[in-house]
T-cell receptor, first 113, second 116 residues
Framework: DVKVTQSSRYLVKRTGEKVFLECVQDMDHENMFWYRQDPGLGLRLIYFSYDVKMKEKGDIPEGYSVSREKKERFSLILESASTNQTSMYLC????????????FGEGSRLTVL | AQKITQTQPGMFVQEKEAVTLDCTYDTSDPSYGLFWYKQPSSGEMIFLIYQGSYDQQNATEGRYSLNFQKARKSANLVISASQLGDSAMYFCAMREVNNAGNMLTFGGGTRLMVKP
């Protein structure tokens, strides 16, 4: 079965802390994505990666960075967390040549106090 | 301009009745795809159905069907015979292609509540 695993389901951090959200997929997918989900706004793309060490900005990259050192792992980094980054974060992946169907992780709910 | 619009923030439906969730989209690309995902309260995103822009027939998957009206740029999800387990958030998404490959853009979602 297809599997996308996010390291933490729930995190509580303080303003100014550095936050790492890890995502691992076991499907050998080329493309990986980080979305942020907020009520009424749906899912908004933060960053994506189409290959190891490659990254592209999505619609809302400000305040975030990413790392993809291995094909199966895509990390989202909040260098200095702020309260407006309290949200649900969803990692997803797909095969480059597919219809585009995304396979999602279970999500990481981050609260920044 | 928003590419994917879901105009119904929340909806109620009686158990065993059919319900239609609306989705309109905007693109100038002749090749695109439309998806519906379900998100129960547990948080995982579950793929429901896919429609390609060149597909001649409306997609169906069990109790789910996609009412694709290309000229109107709408891709409504129809759920027949609603069940209590259908209570969830539903997201419409559109696939476009850029130089990095396929990209999905999501609508704001519709929360469906099934009444017993």
């Amino acid at each position: 079965d297809v599997k996308v695993t996010q390291s933490s389901r729930y995190l509580v951090k303080r303003t100014g802390e550095k936050v790492f959200l890890e995502c691992v997929q076991d499907m050998d997918h080329e493309n990986m994505f980080w979305y942020r989900q907020d009520p009424g706004l749906g899912l908004r793309l933060i960053y994506f990666s189409y290959d190891v060490k490659m990254k592209e900005k999505g619609d809302i990259p400000e305040g975030y960075s990413v790392s993809r050192e291995k094909k199966e792992r895509f990390s989202l980094i909040l260098e200095s967390a702020s309260t407006n980054q309290t949200s649900m974060y969803l990692c997803a992946s797909h095969v480059k040549s597919s219809t585009g169907e995304l396979f999602f992780g279970e999500g990481s709910r981050l609260t920044v106090l | 301009a928003q590419k994917i619009t879901q105009t119904q923030p929340g909806m109620f439906v009686q158990e065993k009745e059919a319900v239609t969730l609306d989705c309109t989209y905007d693109t100038s690309d002749p090749s695109y795809g439309l998806f519906w995902y379900k998100q129960p309260s547990s948080g995982e995103m579950i793929f429901l159905i896919y429609q390609g822009s060149y597909d001649q027939q409306n997609a169906t998957e069990g109790r789910y069907s996609l009412n694709f009206q290309k000229a109107r740029k709408s891709a409504n999800l129809v759920i027949s015979a609603s069940q209590l387990g259908d209570s969830a958030m539903y997201f419409c998404a559109m696939r476009e292609v850029n130089n990095a490959g396929n990209m999905l853009t999501f609508g704001g979602g519709t929360r469906l509540m099934v009444k017993p």
